[in-house]
């Protein structure tokens, strides 16, 4: 599988870092609102991933976040005049291996192995 490294700008061979191990850490949702189409796309492109790796033999370890905290949570939040923990509250479900996106959509996806971490118990001085 050919990758592109962002560092040599080409496209390079995958290799992994530890001998039969793959980890993938992957933004998740910008909590603010409920899923869109739009919002599906990293969930499957990832997963797609995923099970490539898998398939090839490899562990693989996967994470992902919440973004909560953002400029459309805050504004959303000023808008409904509650804070933003009650927006991302909200929003942010338990991992699931379904993800539904409206009435229209629902995805099978394989889910990540840790999916609880909030960008915002990262950033000091939020409250």
Not at 4 to 21: H, L, S
Not at 49 to 67: A, S
Not at 105 to 125: H, P, W
């Amino acid at each position: 599988m050919l990758i592109y490294n962002t560092q040599t700008r080409r496209k390079e061979e995958f290799v992994p870092i530890e001998e039969g191990k793959v980890r993938i850490y992957a933004c998740g949702p910008t909590v603010y609102n409920f899923f869109h189409i739009g919002n599906a796309r990293p969930f499957v492109t990832w997963d797609v991933i995923k099970r490539y790796f898998r398939k090839r033999g490899f562990e693989v370890k996967h994470i992902q976040n919440f973004t909560d905290m953002d400029d459309k949570i805050i504004k959303a939040a000023n808008t409904e005049g509650v804070s933003w923990q009650v927006i991302t509250d909200r929003y942010i479900k338990h991992p699931s291996e379904v993800l539904s996106v409206g009435d229209v959509v629902t995805v099978k996806v394989l889910g990540v192995d840790l999916k609880k971490k909030r960008i915002s118990l990262t950033m000091k001085g939020i409250k």
